[in-house]
């Protein structure tokens, strides 16, 4: 049952350019929405989150948006940079569950 | 400085055997978690503790069993290895007990049953 679904499993832009990483969720009861990034051979790193009383939040290069009537959310990067090559998960978590429900994650791919 | 270590990065074993996974967190965190991310790629929790106290304890066979001897560290041990237990297992760990705090990933351990 895969209550998060990140559809592409990977995504290549030319530097400079926008990456868009899309998340549709099935569940209407999560409350907030995180991104995380993951190099090979480390762990997720926390990126950015949104709760669900929100349609957008921005940190620097870095905004997700949140379309609740859709169940879907994405993450735009402004510019991409190299470094921002790195698979991106999108996870969501409802109160009273105390989990976080990942997806299985889009490899990003920057090319310089 | 390692905010979240696990020993060891890489495990290979034969099927039956019992082994253990440590993690070690020093940020002073409640909340630790065990993660396994499985050959589809999903990363699904297994274990949470905060506090030494199990709070999540998901659909996981009973030969796995977390331990919490204090606050910074949280041990996985597995029973009777089986070939479907190979895959990257990651200890988290977050401040309070909400967990959409951030939370943060050890390096991983990746476990390959033969």
């Known amino acids: 049952d895969q209550q998060v679904k990140q559809n592409s499993p990977s995504l290549s832009v030319q530097e400079g350019r926008i990456s868009i990483l899309n998340c549709d969720y099935t569940n209407s009861m999560f409350d907030y929405f995180l991104w995380y990034k993951k190099y090979p051979a480390e762990g997720p790193t926390f990126l950015i989150s949104i709760s669900s009383i929100k349609d957008k939040n921005e940190d620097g290069r870095f905004t997700v948006f949140l379309n609740k009537s859709a169940k879907h959310l994405s993450l735009h990067i402004v510019p991409s940079q190299p470094g921002d090559s790195a698979v991106y998960f999108c996870a969501a978590w409802r109160g009273g569950s105390e989990k976080l429900v990942f997806g299985k994650g889009t490899k990003l791919t920057v090319n310089p | 400085d390692t905010a979240v270590s696990q020993t060891p990065k890489y495990l290979v074993t034969q099927m039956g055997n019992d082994k253990s996974i440590k993690c070690e967190q020093n940020l002073g965190h409640d909340t630790m978690y065990w993660y396994k991310q499985d050959s589809k790629k999903f990363l699904k929790i297994m274990f949470s503790?905060?506090?030494?106290?199990?709070?999540i304890n998901e659909t996981v066979p009973n030969r796995f069993s977390p331990k919490s001897p204090d606050k910074a560290h949280l041990n996985l041990h597995i029973n009777s290895l089986e070939l479907g237990d190979s895959a990257v297992y990651f200890c988290?760990?977050?401040?309070?007990?909400?967990?959409?705090?951030?939370?943060?990933f050890g390096p991983g351990t990746r476990l390959t049953v033969l």
């Open positions: 503790y905060n506090n030494k106290e199990l709070i």
């Open positions: 988290a760990s977050s401040r309070g007990t909400v967990s959409y705090n951030e939370q943060f």
